[in-house]
């Protein structure tokens, strides 16, 4: 069974600040994905990360994939408060069509 | 606009009841997948269907019923609602498999409340 696990659930800090939100999945994987949901909105596709040392970037955010690790990152840097949103990554059960999503990091940017 | 539309975007049920929830797509795409949003436990897929006719069972597929008659359009039922149905639904869909550069396209999703 695919479980995905994101850390930190919660994250709050000041702009201009480096972090980092952390993807680990626990079975073979080929393609996984990052979405943004704004509160009450639905979700929006950020990145597609299908090989393993795939590396992706989109202004301030910046995802990655180790496939042998099992475990993608999503870094922001130099927050600003209109990233303040919650993040999700969704990795894909290999030989399936499934989805597995992760619990959500609630990211807060403080002016 | 192109997209996925869900229908309704709220409502409330009481305990017992029935209903079914419409997503369409005109984007063509093949697969489509309906997942529950709650608190603290991010998203969780219901059914899904990798094209016209077909559906299955996704992680949380109890209490819930599907149906893909047509490739634009993935209906979710509740044959008697219970409170523990009660969360936000999505509906997303996707072009098939050897597209994976593609993420999903999410609906706006559904409220939904049983009392």
């Known amino acids: 069974e695919l479980k995905v696990e994101q850390n930190p659930l919660f994250l709050s800090m000041q702009e201009g600040k480096n972090y980092t939100i952390y993807c680990n999945y626990s079975t073979t994987s080929d393609r996984l994905y990052w979405y943004r949901q704004d509160p009450g909105k639905s979700l929006e596709s950020l990145f597609v990360l299908l090989s393993n040392g795939a590396v992706k970037q989109e202004g301030r955010l910046m995802a990655s994939l180790d496939t042998k690790a099992r475990l993608s990152t999503l870094h922001i840097t130099a927050a600003v408060h209109d990233l303040s949103a919650t993040y999700f990554c969704?990795?894909?059960?290999?030989?399936?069509?499934?989805?597995?999503f992760g619990t959500g990091t609630r990211l807060k940017v403080l002016a | 606009n192109a997209g996925v539309t869900q229908t309704p975007k709220f409502r409330v049920l009481k305990t017992g009841q029935s209903m079914t929830l419409l997503c369409a797509q005109d984007?063509?795409?093949?697969?489509m997948y309906w997942y529950r949003q709650d608190p603290g436990m991010g998203l969780r897929l219901i059914h899904y269907?990798?094209?016209?006719?077909?559906?299955a069972k996704g992680e949380v597929p109890d209490g819930y019923n599907v149906s893909r008659l047509k490739k634009q359009n993935f209906l979710l039922g509740l044959e008697s609602a219970a409170p523990s149905q009660t969360s936000v639904y999505f509906c997303a869909s996707r072009l098939d498999r050897g597209t994976e550069n593609y993420g999903y396209t999410f609906g706006s999703g559904t409220r939904l409340t049983v009392v």
């Open positions: 969704a990795v894909g059960l290999s030989g399936t069509y499934k989805y597995i």
């Open positions: 984007m063509n795409h093949e697969y």
């Open positions: 269907s990798v094209g016209e006719g077909t559906t």
